[in-house]
């Protein structure tokens, strides 16, 4: 593995923060403690800052000559609303906090870059440090794109990084095209009529509704998504009735969908509102379906994809980079950002392990290892992207 050594030097320091990081998660919008000491690091490496990009985003910039090209690395700043089962040092300070999906290690590694580069300073042009809040769920990619971060720190392409566990250390992966499947969340509001649960031809129940609804919503991906398309529907709660002997006047259904590309995504919520409005009235109730999309499909641009490869393979062999990698049925905001600008979004290995490595779970650790790895590949993107070679 070809590290760059002036990374390695401060490999320390880098762990340092990662693990203060760990210990003080922050919820979306909330990144108040984390974005200020992104803001002193950025400033103490000598980059121009700002604060308050999409409300707790920060953005260091580097320029270096008069070259006008300019790229953009995205980090993810955000903690989940969880409790840390880990029993180390550095575990969270905070109950119903946790770094459990590796932001802390994302941002880490692209202050790392940013000291590296601030100091080194080889190549020609721009980079925007872009660390942004609220990944998990919460908008922090469309509140920062609102925020005209694209006007303020115009990019002509945009990098993003995920850590991955259960892929070798020294390992990436990435895939052209639809990589992370977009997400949507639904409520079904269905209204029947109440009555006595002795007396069931008095009323209408929305219970019976529902469940008709559910058995009929299985058929969107089995007979309307095509074969050779993925997607995924899932009814994850179902509220209705108090009490042994009453039929219900009303039920709720909610649940979440998957899909790899905006026009599926399009049809699921088509047939989910048709379907639940079509059944509750043929068993004489109603029925309003709200479907929302919450991420877009991620879908990275080809060239892109292919000059991140070549970077990464130039660090760690080709061997250890997977061009091919698998698709993800999770989300990820970044997607915002790829519809604006094209790039591409790496994961790298986090490594193995048993049991509760996986990303969201309690007992899950971003790997220090790997913060010298990621701020070496996010140096030579930008060394290579902006080659004072390449002029
Ligand atoms: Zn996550
Ligand atoms: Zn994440």
Known sequence: MKLEPKIEAFAGELTAIRRDIHAHPELGF?????SAIVATKLKEFG???TTGVGKTG???TVRVGNNPRAIGLRADMDALPMDELNTFDHRSQHGGRMHACGHDGHTTMLLGAAKYLSATRNFEGTVHFIFQPAEEGRGGAEAMIKDGLFEKFPCEQIFGMHNRPKLDVGKFAIRPGPQMAGGGLFDIHITGKGGHG???????DPIIIGTQIIAALQTVVSRNVAAL??????ITQMHAGDAY??????????GTMR???KETMALIKERIETISAGIAKTLGGSAKADVRVAFPPLVNDRDSVKFISDVAASIVGEENMNREGPFVMASEDFSYMLEKVPGAFINIGNGGGEGGCEVHNPSYDFNDEILTLGATLWSRVVETRLSKDAR
């Open 30 to 34: 909330e990144e108040a403690r984390t």
């Open 47 to 49: 980059c121009e800052v």
């Open 58 to 60: 920060v953005v260091g």
């Open 198 to 204: 002795a007396r069931p031809e008095a009323s209408i």
């Open 229 to 234: 398309d993925s997607a995924v529907i899932s």
């Open 245 to 254: 002997n009453v039929i219900p006047q009303e039920a709720v259904l909610r």
């Open 259 to 261: 899909a790899f590309r």
